[in-house]
């Protein structure tokens, strides 16, 4: 473990004293700020969010935050071993008693450790959306965590294909083409499959008539079936994220009282749910979406337990995170059967 | 105090040869890199590893260091085989690749503990890194960033990188290319240095001056195969027709004197004039001539090293 922190300490430190990596980090804080001002501006006059302006502005700025990482975390590691290669540091690192393992998991820490850095950058936004309220600290909490997971396989993807192959320019591009599989890509997949398996069925009604005959009465529908569909979204980073986050406490009706004729009636008028929580919306959706045609309207099925997405997709993130990392400790072990192509030889 | 003698092994060596390679071979998709290479390295000597390029000198290297595997044939370093016992050899060797990169932004100090670190030295490290920048010359720049660094600098710190661990055995890859000529000489004197004290060192080159100074053995390799060894106190010794070119303070008395003595040499050039001579012993013959005539011989080398002579007849004529 503590060759894992030597290596982890030294692309710190590298990093760190690089001094591109803090404009980057300044531009980020300053991109989150806009985003969460212009956000708080824009729903600060919008009339059925009384009470909740943190929660919309948590849920929109806990997206933002994911899709400009997902941007810039490929950039920071996709060429962590093929550039050490090419600057020549590689090799004397792999003949020291490092293991490779030593190496690739100094090198995800590093990485990982600098996304957190990046994630932190975020906790005073965060916390204006709080006092804002509407954001149960337990949301907080495990939002992060989810994000601070999401980040790291997004890491450790990008350290598989900078091991994996040779030139730096080719695995930034890949890396940044997982990224889009991951978030349009499943999007798209999920869209089409969905279409290619809608079924067409014959739905019987009775028209309350009773001279009519049985079964007279038929219609076709096309049904999607999602229930089949439903796990190609999955993996979906902002599915993930927006699902795992914990639901906030149901908004109350709102009653009012008025006193008529010495006594005081309370008139309560339930208040929407949808259009407050942006996590909460896209939890909903992705969960109605595994109930079988038919069970779709059965709201009281909403929130039960069993239709969970994100332990699927954050699984199976983490396990594809976890595979790119055992590539890329098995491509740095030494002494090596074959060189990258284009290493030279002699 | 001999700085390298006194702290340069921590380990000990494990048989009689630092390096011993037989019948190595390595394939690089249809390239045969090395098709059949022999080569020794015993402790206490300089041994050069000598070869036209493409010759397989870096892939043989890269097996000695334990990057790649060969194909076939036994390797063993300091008695440890690369392949089944990498850790051991590990620690037991250094090596110093023709390119290495530096970490930018770190500074000398920080990149030998660095290095300590990754050879499991620990709390010593510090330590060690500042015995390494003595040694290098490199104190004052102790605290400067690595790429601020000379080549030759950076070469002097590549080489002390390469000892963090006192390795018994030392791999250098091309060590003296790009470098001016006193750092040169300086590598020189440290590598003879170390092996004085008891390393084995493998200088690879095809610079073979520096190679006739400071190894003690030389390997000849070419198209992947050992063609030929030779102690480089043989070759000084080795006899044959060579060509030896003479300087005199004056021209025409030089020649002169040639001629009266029937040497067939040619005509004057602002170099000197070259005479075929057929041993070291008529050389010297030659020269004792001359004084006694009076000629004010200011030098007499021969034009071709033995090295270079060597080197040539045992790689060239292969087609």
Not at chain 1, 75 to 98: F, H, K, P, W
Not at chain 1, 203 to 230: I, M, N, Q
Not at chain 1, 246 to 254: A, G, K, N, S, Y
Not at chain 2, 162 to 167: A, Y
């Amino acid at each position: 473990m503590s060759g894992v922190l030597t290596v982890a300490r030294l692309e710190l430190t590298v990093r760190v004293r690089a001094g591109r990596w803090r404009w980057l980090l300044a531009a980020w804080f300053v991109i989150l700020v806009g985003f969460t001002t212009l956000l708080r501006l824009a729903v600060s006059h919008a009339h059925n969010l009384q009470g909740n302006v943190g929660t919309v502005m948590y849920g929109g700025l806990q997206l933002f935050l994911l899709a400009l990482a997902l941007l810039v975390m490929p950039a920071l590691t996709a060429q962590s071993v093929n550039g050490d290669r090419e600057r020549g540091t590689l090799g004397v690192l792999q003949v020291t008693r490092l293991s490779a393992f030593d190496i690739a998991g100094g090198k995800l820490l590093a990485a990982w450790g600098t996304a957190c850095i990046f994630l932190l950058a975020s906790a005073p936004l965060v916390a204006w959306s709080m006092v804002e309220k509407g954001v149960p600290a337990i949301r907080v909490v495990i939002v992060t965590l989810v994000v601070a997971l999401l980040l790291g396989v997004i890491c450790a993807i990008s350290l598989g294909l900078s091991a994996l192959l040779a030139r730096g320019t080719t695995s930034s591009v890949l890396s940044y083409l997982s990224v889009f599989a991951l978030t349009l890509g499943t999007l798209i997949v999920f869209g089409l499959a969905t279409a290619a398996t809608t079924q067409t069925r014959v739905v019987h009604f009775s028209t309350g008539d009773p001279s009519a005959p049985a079964g007279c009465c038929s219609s076709e529908e096309t049904v999607a079936r999602t229930d089949l569909t439903w796990w190609i979204l999955a993996p979906n980073p902002f599915v993930v994220l927006a699902d795992a986050a914990p639901v906030v406490v149901e908004r109350p009706p709102i009653c009012r009282s008025f006193r008529t004729r010495g006594s005081i009636r309370t008139f309560c008028t339930p208040q929407p749910q949808s259009g407050v929580d942006p996590l909460g919306d896209i939890s909903r959706s992705v969960r109605s979406l595994r109930s079988p045609p038919g069970l779709q309207s059965n709201i009281a099925r909403s929130g039960g337990g069993e239709d969970l997405v994100w332990p699927y997709g954050l699984g199976f993130d983490v396990l594809l995170g976890g595979f790119m990392f055992g590539v890329a400790t098995r491509r740095l072990r030494t002494p090596r059967r074959t060189l990258p192509r284009g290493v030279r030889l002699a | 105090m001999n700085p390298v003698a006194e702290e340069v092994f921590m380990t000990s060596p494990g048989s009689a040869d630092g390096v011993v390679a037989i019948g190595v071979k390595r394939q690089f998709d249809s390239v045969f890199a090395l098709r059949g290479v022999d080569f020794t390295a015993r402790y206490g000597e300089v041994t050069g590893l000598v070869g036209p390029n493409g010759a397989g000198k870096t892939t043989l290297l890269l097996i000695l260091a334990t990057l790649l595997l060969p194909d076939e044939g036994t390797v063993r370093i300091a008695g440890h085989d690369p392949v089944t016992e990498t850790g051991a050899v590990r620690a037991m060797s250094g090596w110093v690749p023709d390119a290495f990169g530096v970490y930018d932004n770190l500074t000398t100090r920080e990149y030998l503990r660095f290095a300590g670190l990754a050879y499991g030295l620990g709390k010593r490290s510090p330590a060690r890194a500042e015995e390494l920048l003595v040694l290098s010359r490199l104190q004052d720049f102790a605290d400067r960033p690595v790429h601020v660094l000379s080549r030759g600098q950076k070469q002097r710190l590549g080489f002390v990188r390469s000892l963090v661990h006192g390795p018994r055995v030392l791999l250098l890859d091309e060590p003296a290319a790009g470098l001016d000529p006193y750092s040169r000489v300086e590598l020189r004197d440290l590598l003879r240095q170390l092996a004085s004290v008891g390393a084995a060192v493998v200088v690879s080159s095809h610079v073979l001056a520096d190679l006739e100074q400071m190894a003690d053995r030389v390997v000849f390799v070419d198209r992947g195969v050992t063609v030929g060894e030779r102690r480089i106190d043989d070759l000084a010794r080795a006899s044959g027709p060579r060509v030896w070119r003479l300087r005199a303070l004056n021209e025409s008395e030089l020649v002169a004197a040639l001629d009266r003595n029937h040497y067939p040499h040619t005509a004057p050039t602002p170099g000197g004039v070259d005479v075929e001579l057929l041993s070291d012993e008529a050389a010297a013959g030659l020269i004792a001539g001359l004084v006694r005539d009076g000629v004010h011989v200011v030098s007499c080398a021969p034009l071709t090293t033995s090295l270079e002579a060597t080197y040539l007849a045992l790689t060239g004529d292969q087609g």
